[in-house]
Nanobody
Framework: QVQLEEAGGGLVQAGGSLRLSCAAS????????MAWFRQAPGKEREFVAA????????DYADSVNGRFTISGDNAKNTMYLQMNSLKPEDTAVYYC?????????????????WGQGTQVTVSS
């Protein structure tokens, strides 16, 4: 089993920045993908960004490309999401997810492990 724990959410004004982190523990895999999803009230969970180990390949949703940066520290089993130029529409619960496969996918049902989520609220 893999346990994922997010941290770093909070309240920020539009145009501000936040950095989320996701710490993984338990069983680890040499080739895997970790991702961020988000879910706003009344909406479906949507893909934000993903990173693949060990080559570090990344993928982003169009809505965050150029504003958000996903990164990771393999030695610490920790993934990060740097969010800049935040907008009110970025308000959501952000979830960390992982899948023990080498292909990056952007659909939630393809991820096997999930964190509890962390709230991000962007005020206008």
């Amino acid at each position: 089993q893999v346990q994922l724990e997010e941290a770093g959410g909070g309240l920020v004004q539009a145009g501000g920045s936040l950095r989320l982190s996701c710490a993984a523990s338990g069983r680890t895999f040499s080739n895997n993908v970790m991702a961020w999803f988000r879910q706003a009230p009344g909406k479906e969970r949507e893909f934000v960004a993903a990173i693949r180990w060990p080559d570090g390949m990344t993928d982003y949703a169009d809505s965050v490309n150029g504003r958000f940066t996903i990164s990771g520290d393999n030695a610490k089993n920790t993934m990060y999401l740097q969010m800049n130029s935040l907008k009110p529409e970025d308000t959501a619960v952000y979830y960390c997810a992982a899948r023990p496969h080498y292909v990056i996918v952007n659909t939630a049902h393809n991820y096997d492990y999930w964190g509890q989520g962390t709230q991000v609220t962007v005020s206008s």
